[in-house]
């Protein structure tokens, strides 16, 4: 990589940021594309009440392509921007921002990345069909609103705390009218009955992370015709996964969900078509490294 007076700059800003994939991946993509360009990690406080302001006035005043905003700073970032994309107003949401001449929009790609994920690994589609998505914090809200637009015939949402979940299907039933929207809770199998014609359950949660122990969901109820996805990528294989596996289930891991929101962004500050294997192999090699 050669730095001169040329070179773009984009980045993430977040807090924690050591454990990002993103460098990797879209510094790849950058020099795969032949552009003079880098991607940089930012650790912006979460506990420094100016920091997020000031970081995202750098942006503009130093003329960044654009940043991708990651946890905990999705949800405030909206506030510093100068517009926000209809679905990422919808979701309350913003993981990546591009600089327009000095105007900053935000944008967030990361339930589209999802099922673009979805779609090329396994070939699942969603309209008319059975979801179960466990969890109702922000990534199951963008993963939803994503769902909803592609018409499912049905979406149970299942949480540990289901008022978050009613709250949840509140915010988009009376807009997304063609899908059935129900709330289940997590505990103890509550939801089992959901389970024995759904076509595809993903959990949303950071449980099954690496040392978050492992979701337990009964798979024996699910029908053989089930897919069993898991955004959580470190590891690649969750506990959600293996049993899913040894069910002969079709699973879907959450590395491609993380490569295709970062070759949306791509796409977005560059307008030039993203290098998506280029990107999902320094990915898969990032992660292996850590
Ligand atoms: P994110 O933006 O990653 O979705 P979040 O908004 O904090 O993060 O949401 C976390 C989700 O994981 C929630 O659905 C949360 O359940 P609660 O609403 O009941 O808190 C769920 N979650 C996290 N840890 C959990 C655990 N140990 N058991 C069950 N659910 C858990």
Redesign the pocket.
């Known amino acids: 990589m050669k730095i001169n007076g040329h070179t773009k700059i984009t980045g993430i800003f977040g807090d924690p940021i050591v454990h990002t994939l993103s460098p990797a991946m879209q510094n790849a993509a950058f020099k795969a594309v032949g552009l003079n360009a880098v991607y940089v990690p930012f650790h912006v406080k979460a506990d420094d009440a100016g920091a997020l302001k000031a970081a995202v006035e750098g942006v503009r005043a130093m003329q960044f392509l654009g940043v991708n905003i990651t946890?905990p700073h999705k949800e405030k970032v909206l506030r510093y921007l100068d517009e926000i994309d209809p679905h990422a107003a919808d979701i309350g949401a913003v993981n990546t921002i591009v600089n327009r001449n000095g105007r900053l929009v935000g944008y967030n790609t990361d339930g589209a990345g999802y099922l673009l994920s979805l779609r090329d690994e396994t070939g699942f589609r969603i309209a008319r069909k059975k979801i179960i998505i466990i969890?109702?914090?922000?990534?199951?809200r963008g993963i939803l609103y994503a769902m909803l637009g592609m018409k499912p015939s049905s979406v149970v949402l299942v949480?540990?705390?289901i008022r978050?979940a009613t709250v949840l299907a509140k915010a988009f039933e009376a807009r997304f009218t063609s899908t059935d929207i129900r709330t289940s809770a997590?505990q103890r199998g509550a939801f089992i009955e959901h389970l024995f014609d759904a076509d595809l359950v993903v959990n949303?949660?950071?449980?099954g992370m690496m040392g978050?122990?492992d979701l337990d969901i009964p798979v024996e109820a699910l029908p053989p015709k089930a897919i069993v996805s898991d955004i959580v990528y470190r590891p690649l294989k969750t506990g959600l996964l293996k049993a899913a596996e040894k069910r002969r289930l079709v699973t879907h891991g959450g590395l491609g969900m993380l490569v295709r929101q970062g070759a949306i962004g791509f796409e977005l500050w560059t307008g030039k078509k993203a290098p998506v294997r280029v990107m999902a192999e320094a990915a898969l090699k990032a992660l292996k490294q850590k």
Request: hydrophobic share 35%; net charge positive; charged share 15%.
């Open positions: 946890i969890g109702a914090g922000g990534a199951a949480n540990r705390t978050r997590l949303t949660t950071s449980i978050k122990g």
